[in-house]
């Protein structure tokens, strides 16, 4: 899989806009973008992957650039409940499933 | 209802012993998976089965060992623990071999 770089840490206001970001610069082109956050103590939660083109689902959108080298997790509004640390991980999609979880980044949404 | 589950959510041990940790997902998937969690937070991938076949095998001591009773369980039995086994294990499971994996709450595991 392609390693992915991820700043260590950010914050955000609760009810403002969240925007994570991840630099992939040697995806290949069937590799997917996925996202996966772990709330603290809990099991990794998936939230959203895509390949090519920008994604939006009920928990977040996700916008790859055209070179697909990065990539932006977007939470809309977000609540003091979205503070983990978030994954950004590419991978083949039908891989086997071997999933490498980098460091990621811890988001702190704060009051 | 809980999609990926597992007993026990706390384990504490000696060294040597042999402890089992079990997993069971009712979501219908054919492919389950163990990582662990270390100290370092860092999540590595151990095993996955898919249709109770061992797919994946990552450089894990073989005194651990995936038990798959049916696609719906995958147990980790591991053998003679030692204390840098002491980590959270979790447990997860995928429709097919793909990457949207749902992941159980973990098993903490300390070794004394």
């Known amino acids: 899989d392609a390693k992915t770089t991820q700043p260590t840490s950010m914050d955000c206001a609760e009810g403002r806009a969240a925007n994570l970001p991840c630099n992939h610069s040697?995806?290949?082109?069937?590799?997917?973008v996925y996202w996966y956050r772990q709330i603290h103590s809990q099991g990794p939660q998936y939230i959203i992957h895509g390949l090519k083109n920008n994604e939006t689902n009920e928990m977040a959108s996700l916008i790859i650039t055209e070179d697909r080298k990065s990539s932006t997790l977007i939470l809309p509004h977000a609540t003091l409940r979205d503070t983990a640390v978030y994954y950004c991980i590419v991978s083949e999609g039908t891989s086997g499933s071997r999933l490498t979880f980098g460091e990621g980044t811890q988001l702190t949404v704060n009051p | 209802d809980t999609a990926v589950s597992q007993t026990p959510k706390y384990l504490v041990t000696q060294m040597g012993n042999d402890k089992s940790i079990k997993c069971e997902q009712n979501?219908?998937?054919?492919?389950m998976y163990w990582y662990k969690q270390d100290s370092k937070k860092f999540l590595k991938i151990m095993f996955s089965?898919?249709?109770?076949?061992?797919?994946i095998n990552e450089t894990v001591p073989n005194r651990f060992s995936p038990k798959s009773p049916d696609k719906a369980h995958l147990n980790l039995h591991i053998n003679s623990l030692e204390l840098g086994d002491s980590a959270v294990y979790f447990c997860?499971?995928?429709?097919?071999?793909?990457?949207?994996?749902?992941f159980g709450p973990g098993t903490r595991l300390t070794v004394l």
């Open positions: 979501l219908g998937h054919d492919t």
């Open positions: 089965y898919n249709n109770k076949e061992l797919i």
């Open positions: 040697t995806i290949s082109g069937n590799e997917y």
């Open positions: 997860a499971s995928s429709l097919l071999a793909t990457d949207t994996q749902y």
